[in-house]
Each structure stands twice: as structure tokens, then as C-alpha cells.
């Protein structure tokens, strides 16, 4: 046999080499290859890290694809889902620093790695795990004996103005995020953790998406075309941070985490894209082009909400996206979003809206992952007017959701859910 | 006004700069920004050419994302269609260069371009345009005087065993195959056609794919975890373009075109991870590391077809899918792919085949785009087999299908599709 496992404690040099070689050809028993592929190079090779205080995919400067995936958990055993937590981990700080999962292969058993990512490159994998109600109890049964720790911030999230949320996409005792800069490898990362997890969970709901890819500083546009993201609290000030994203002292077990919504927001892009320039710069409250606050010339500046035009109505229309999402319409609520488009090819779909048609229409929209301390003063906070009063909501509706309580990073050897499972 | 529209016949330089001011702020009515927005930069820039003896997109080196969408003519007007084959061919031609739509925007109006993908650069794009059976005749009635011009390569595809074919992802009239190294673009191109096309096409079936992403002159791994394309003809070549690949004088109005067999396979992921590694490479007649024969060394050396193992069975076994694809046994027969993994999330599925169960699955696989000079020739003859005795039609389902005469590339000025709409 060519080549040896890679062994913990050795050098990144020789972690990565291993890899390569592992991955790319050389070390399946029976195998043919006798020369290791060279090693990975270029923007591939960029890595994020798993261990620390937090998880990473939270604060981590948005990845170019996401895989989102809510698993039911079809066990009854406690320990069946901490194990899972712990093999979770494991191989998701391997995956995430470009290592070869543990194991090698043999021609009698099924493959350690699906291997469709093979030589890709960690390219800035994150994988990042978060706990569903369902985890303390489903049914009102507390299955794992976890019921008493439920946080009181993983609510129920109430039903919104216009939710249309199908059982399908919505909910989850588990999810992970696994975000790259290739898609196949943030689809192979989430498709590995679900493999693992054969017997213990299940998946329920998954959607890919993916980012502009605008350039570094600039914000990117959505599939509606307006940029996305401007009034995002800066994810490298940490005091916003821990005033908005990270759970404090009052968390408990979920000190260090955060709490995330996810939820796939259908767009109506053919017929948004039939609207005026003029319409929908009110509804966003903002110029496309430019990003710029109405009445405004550049990106950032402030939204002058008390501006009004000659007949005394308001520049930055009282029923626009931007206002409504505003901090200072919201007692200063502001959440941290990395959202994604997605774009599942047509569907057959009935509007509920004007033009009131149907037929095959566009199946994409925005795939909205939400970060924030609390949802009661975040998410919920700011979308409760937003679904009764944003104009926007004529070309968007909610299909899925899902809230997750997101633990804290873990420890090198220990496991995401070790303050949870541990105490 | 800020700016002044882009006029034919500026320089390239010129164009580009307009196109940057355009896009991405300075131009529209009534909005503010005095400062363009700096040239596009970076491998974003780099693009293909639209007019020329053939379109690309087929034998164009692979970009890394595809919208492919299928459309139902809803005009019975002949002018209507080749208008819009017109002005599909200007707007391509200015989309994959980089360049502004035409036209400039007010707020009056509903913007020219949705804008998402404004700033990205021309990201390599390239859409190439096809006709289906539908052109020529849909139900008998010869719509558009047309029905006397249908090639006879472009037959009705015959039923294939194991053919799970869904209306809503099966045919079309029209059919545009938009590809580029970033999928907001892919996607923006495809849906700006789409937008252009109201009231004379109706999208039937879309879906979003990407590839691998490996490094150059690697052979991308599909999500089966195997290299995928390495028996391809070598699209450089241009002795085996004309052999294989483009339509030679017995096409008439074809010549210089190919015919595109659009196929989306839906693989049981789930199934196929918890094979043997020893069976999966049987399925596949190669080392999943490798790529190379069963038996073999590397990727690229011939299969030995003939050789056997002291039992006196083939080494490559018979039901072996590298082996039914072989052109050994094929007549010689060699189809271009140019193959896209796709991923809608998950999806409730029933399997026809062991495990036979229900539940929530990957809703992903390939989607297979595979060009030919004659389907009889190419796809037909080498599918007719493999459908009945592949053994990977365990893990797969073909879900969808289209065939589609893509004509010969346009001339500046003219459109694809003139050598059809002008005899």
C-alpha cells in the first residue's frame, strides 16, 4: 500500500500533503497511482477556523455557496445524538482544514469520502450547527432529557403576515450551514454530515444558494438587483457583535452562540422585474444603481427617515423595505444577515397577488439565514411590521423557517453541544 | 443627467467603461453618484465571442455554472419569433461581452437590465440558442411555415428504458443554454431572455447546475464522486469538432450547428454512498481515485476491453457503464458532454428500485448536456443500451429530456437562427 494514514499531531505541511494524496488517488487499497497528485494550490487552500469561542459561518466574511440543511432526529437515544454531535465535529474540523476524514478505504466497505470534492481544496469551508426546538422536546415529549434546558430564546416563532410556510421547508431538530467558496464542496461537506448521521437523523429540508460574488468591499446585489446587506451591523466591530449576534451571560449553555432564522423567501422576479424603476426604488427606499438611501447619494450614509418631498410626504416611503428594516423604526433591533440566493429551476406556482396567474415560474429567491442574540429582540422585533406593512411583500413570500440555537464553538477535542450535553 | 448612453461604434475601451457607469451607478435618471464606479477587473473580465461559423458554449472550455431553460412559444406569428431571435442574438452579444443592454433607463420604465448581476464582468458567458421539435410543428399545426425545414436528425427521441420522464421538465420550443463562471450571471443572462421574450415564450423547464470546479486540464468529479468526462472527444480538436460534434452539408440551415440532448438525471445519492468502494468502481468500469480502467494505471490509458481475470470474466465488466459507453462498442459512436451537477435542496421521492422507500432525498444529480452532429448517431445510439443494461441505472433516473438543433453560430448583424427564418 501506497502512502499512510495521516496522523494527528503532524505538520499542516504534512496534513495537507497526506490530504492530497489521500483524496486524489493514491491510497485506496487495490488501487492504482503510484505518484501522489501534486498539492492543491490557489484561493482552494484558504481555510477557516473550526475551533474557538464561537462557530465560524457566523461572523465569517460571507463564503460564495451555502448548503442549509434541517434534519429530524429519528433516534430515541440520548447518547446516538452526542455522538453524532462528537463525530460531527470531528470530521467537520477536519473537512474545514482540508484533512482527510479518518479511516481508510477498503474495496469491501462503503467509501470513508463520496470523494466529489476530492482535490477542490477546504475553500474556506464552515460548518456550523444549531439545535431546533425538537431537540428538547417534540410532541411534548422530552426525549433526550433536555427539555428543562431549553433556552427561552428558542420561542416558537409566531406566524407572520402572509407566512406561507410549507411543512417541507420549515422546522428541524437539527441544522447545519455549511458554506465554500465551490459549491460542490459545501454540497459535499453537508451531504457527508447526513451520511454519518444514517440511523440518527434524517434530512427534512435543504436548499443550496449562492452569493454575488461581488468584489471585496462592495456590497452584493440580490436577485431582485439592489444591493444587499447595507445595513448590516460590520460582523469585524465586536462590540456589535456582542451586542447584537453573540448570546451573553444570560445564555447559559448557549453563551457564544447565536441564535439563527432560516428561511427561503420565494420571489416573484418576473413580475418584480416588470415594475417601474421608479416603483421599486420606492419599495426598497432605496436607488438601484447606487444603493444610496432615497434622496441620498452614496451607499452608506444615513437614511434621512424625516426628510419629506414639497407636498410633505416622506423621501423614503413609510411602507419601504429600507424604513422598516431601519434600527431606529425598530428600538435600535438590528440582526446580521448572510443571506444567498437561490434558484431550484422553475415550479408550477398559483400567485396569491396580482397578476393572480399561474403556471411555471421561476422556483428562486432569497435563501435568508439571519444571526442575532435573541430572535424576540431581533428577528421577530423587526419582521413583525415588516409582514404587515412592507411593500415588498407583494413580490416575496415566506415558504419555509426555521430558528436554531446555535451553541458556542467548540474546544479542540471536544464537541459542538458539549455545553448543552456536558452539564 | 450624469452620463451619456453607450452608442454604437464606440471603442472597446470605451464600452466598457460605459458599461461600468451604467450598471453600476451613474446613469440613471434621477439618481445620485457623480464618481463611475471603477473598471470591472480580475478573471470576471474575461470573456467569449458570441458571432462566429459556430456558437459557443460547446465546445467553449467548461465555465463553472449553467441556467439552462426550455421555452414553450406562445405566439402563432412567425415575425414574433424571429423578432425575438433577433433580439435575443443583440442582447447575448452585448451580455457576453460585457457590454450595456441597449436602451437607457427612467423611472418611468421598467428598468432595462434587472441589475443583479451588475459589476460581476462578462464572467466567460456564453448562451447558445436551440430549436425543438415544437418549432416546427406542435400537435400537427405547422404554426410558423416552418414544418417543411425540420431536420430529420431532429427526431423524436424514442422511449429509453427506465425513462422517468415529468412533462414539466420534458421538451420545448426553444431551448437556451446559458453558461459562465459565476451563476448570478449565468442566471441574470438567462432570465433577461426570458424577460425579453413576454408574450412570444413562456418558460417550460429550467435548472440551475455547476461544475466541480478543478484545476485545469483536471477531469471534474461529478457527485457520484468519479471523474466524469474523460472519454470526451478533445474539443480542440477540430478533426474530431467535425467528426462528432458539428453538422456537416447534409445539414442544410444545421450546417455548422449540433444538436443537444438536455437531460436531467436524478442520482440516489443516499443509495450509492453506502455501496462497496469495490462495487461502485464495477459500476463504473474505473478506480474512483484514479479514473483510470478497472485494471489500469491511469486515468487517460486505453480500456482493455478484452482482458480478463483467471476466472475468464472481464476485468471491465460487461454491464459496466465505461464499457457501454465505449465507442468500441458503439460504432465509433462519440457524444460531446458537457455535464453540470445539479441540487434543488431535497425533495419527496419514491424509489422504483431496492431500498424502495419514501421519504426526503437530495433532489440533485447530473444535468446531462450532451452534443452531437446526429442523435441517431450519437445519444440514441449509444443510450439504447445503456438504458437496458447499464449497471448504474440502479442510482439513476433520467427525469427530464430535451433534444434541440442548435443552428450555426450568427454573423455580426444577423441572429441565430437566420440561416432557418431567411431561406
Not at 37 to 54: K, S, V, W
Not at 236 to 243: E, K, L, N, S, V
Not at 310 to 337: K, T, V
Request: proline share 7%; net charge neutral; charged share 20%.
Amino acid at each position: 500500500m501506497i502512502g499512510t494514514p495521516p496522523r494527528q499531531g503532524a505538520s499542516r505541511r504534512g496534513f495537507l500533503g497526506a490530504a492530497a494524496g489521500t483524496l486524489g488517488g493514491a491510497m485506496l487499497a487495490g488501487t492504482a497511482g503510484a505518484t501522489p497528485p501534486p498539492l492543491m494550490h490557489g484561493p482552494g487552500l484558504a481555510t477557516e477556523p473550526f475551533h474557538g469561542a464561537h462557530q465560524s459561518g457566523i461572523t465569517t466574511p460571507a463564503q460564495r455557496h451555502v448548503y442549509f440543511v434541517a434534519f429530524d432526529i429519528v433516534t430515541d437515544k440520548r447518547s446516538d445524538v452526542q455522538d453524532l454531535l462528537r463525530r460531527w465535529s470531528e470530521d467537520a474540523a477536519r473537512l474545514t482544514a482540508g484533512l482527510p476524514l479518518a479511516g481508510a478505504d477498503s474495496a469491501d466497505q462503503a467509501p470513508v469520502d463520496s470523494n466529489e470534492a476530492a482535490g477542490l481544496g477546504p475553500q474556506r469551508l464552515t460548518l456550523t450547527i444549531g439545535f431546533g426546538a425538537g431537540l428538547f422536546a417534540r410532541d411534548g415529549v422530552d426525549r433526550f432529557g433536555l427539555a428543562a434546558r431549553r433556552p427561552e430564546a428558542l420561542i416558537d416563532l409566531p406566524r407572520f403576515n402572509g407566512d406561507q410556510l410549507l411543512p417541507e421547508k420549515t422546522g428541524g431538530d437539527l441544522c447545519v450551514q455549511a458554506c465554500a467558496d465551490n459549491a460542490q464542496v459545501a454540497m459535499h461537506a453537508a451531504r457527508h454530515l447526513a451520511r454519518v448521521g444514517y440511523g440518527v437523523v434524517q434530512p427534512r429540508w435543504a436548499q443550496a444558494g449562492f452569493g454575488a460574488g461581488a468584489k471585496p468591499g462592495e456590497t452584493p446585489r440580490n436577485l431582485m438587483g439592489f444591493k444587499d446587506g447595507t445595513m448590516n451591523p460590520d460582523p469585524r466591530d465586536p462590540g456589535a457583535m456582542a451586542h447584537h449576534v453573540w448570546v451573553g451571560d444570560e445564555g447559559g449553555w448557549m453563551k457564544g452562540g447565536s441564535y439563527l432564522v432560516a428561511r427561503p423567501i420565494r420571489i416573484a422576479l418576473e413580475h418584480w422585474d416588470r415594475m417601474k424603476l421608479g416603483f421599486q426604488e420606492q419599495v426598497v427606499g432605496r436607488h438601484k444603481a447606487s444603493g444610496a438611501p432615497l434622496g441620498g447619494m452614496h451607499e452608506f450614509e444615513p437614511m434621512k427617515l424625516d426628510a419629506t418631498d414639497a407636498d410633505g410626504n416622506f423621501i423614503i416611503p413609510e411602507n419601504s423595505h429600507a424604513r422598516l428594516g431601519a434600527p431606529e423604526i425598530n428600538d435600535g433591533a438590528q440582526i446580521l444577515r448572510r443571506a444567498y440566493s437561490y434558484d431550484n429551476g422553475l415550479a408550477h406556482i398559483a400567485e396569491r397577488w396580482p397578476p393572480w396567474r399561474q403556471g411555471m415560474f421561476m422556483d428562486a429567491g432569497l435563501l435568508f439565514l439571519a444571526w442575532q442574540r435573541d430572535p424576540r429582540s431581533g428577528f421577530v422585533k423587526i419582521f413583525e411590521n415588516m409582514a404587515k406593512f412592507d411593500m415588498m411583500n407583494q413580490f416575496v413570500t415566506h415558504i419555509g423557517s426555521g430558528l436554531f440555537a446555535c451553541p458556542p464553538g467548540a474546544r479542540p477535542g471536544g464537541f459542538v453541544g458539549e455545553t448543552l450535553f456536558a452539564a
